[in-house]
């Protein structure tokens, strides 16, 4: 707004520092007739009218400025009109753009506290996915053996591995809760109970009570 405020300043301070700029073709007209009338009606003397004439002519000269002028300012006051008009229209946003960073700021913390417990995620992913890493890892292994026909090579893995496993199902009962919990989806789609033999059409699937069960484990 300051620099349109300042043109039209300096606009009107050029129509009234001297050099008679009128601020309008009309008011340029104005005078002119109003000059002419004197000539045409009263009683001067020479010297009056020739110095009225010189005047008039001077007037005349100014005539293209005063149009660019007056064009000028239509212009500025135009853009200044165009200008208060957007203000308005952005005060009446002011209260929707609040709410949208109030939004906005609700968001980010939602996504700040998800990058904060992503690692923590990960992290969990990989522990559960470790088991899977070895099996694959002792399955390829197993597979370059039989590839290459090391039989004595075959044999030293499957003992090693086989007494980890006792080991571990001997010594630590995690172990034995993690591989029922994971075997019951394999019994409950052959129609299995938990020691191989088919089970009966009206049993209730077998991870339901499995999950019954940890449910009354925990309230104990």
Same mark, same amino acid.
């Given at each position: ?17 001297? @050099? @008679? ?9 104005? %005078? %002119? ?18 110095? %009225? ?13 005063? *149009? ?5 300012? $239509?212009? *500025?006051?135009?853009?200044? @009109?165009?200008?208060?008009? *957007? ?40 522990? $559960? ?16 053996? $039989? ?14 591995? &086989? ?11 995690? &172990? ?21 033999? *088919?089970?009966?059409?009206? $049993?209730?699937?077998?991870? &339901? ?12």
């Amino acid at each position: 707004m300051e620099p349109l405020q300042q043109a039209l300043g300096k606009l009107r301070n050029n129509n009234n520092g001297g @050099g @008679g700029i009128c601020s309008s073709e009309e008011e340029l007209n104005d %005078i %002119i007739y109003s000059l002419q009338y004197r000539i045409q009606h009263e009683s001067i003397p020479l010297s009056e009218e020739k110095q %009225i004439l010189r005047e008039i002519k001077q007037r005349e000269g100014t005539r293209d400025k005063v *149009i660019a002028n007056a064009a000028m300012r $239509a212009k *500025i006051q135009e853009s200044l @009109g165009l200008k208060e008009d *957007i203000q308005d229209q952005v005060k009446l946003m002011g209260n929707d753009l609040e709410c949208y960073l109030e939004e906005l700021n609700t968001v980010t913390q939602k996504r700040n506290k998800a990058y904060e417990t992503m690692p923590q995620l990960w992290k969990q992913r990989d522990e $559960a996915n470790v088991h899977f890493y070895q099996s694959r890892s002792l399955l390829n292994k197993a597979k370059e053996l $039989a590839a290459k026909k090391d039989i004595k090579g075959l044999e030293e893995l499957s003992t090693v591995e &086989v007494e980890k496993f006792m080991d571990l199902w001997s010594n630590k009962k995690a &172990v034995r809760d993690d591989y029922e919990k994971r075997i019951l989806s394999s019994l409950d789609q052959t129609q299995l109970s938990r020691d191989g033999r *088919i089970r009966n059409p009206d $049993a209730k699937p077998l991870v &339901v009570l499995y999950k019954k069960n940890q449910c009354l484990l925990h309230l104990k």
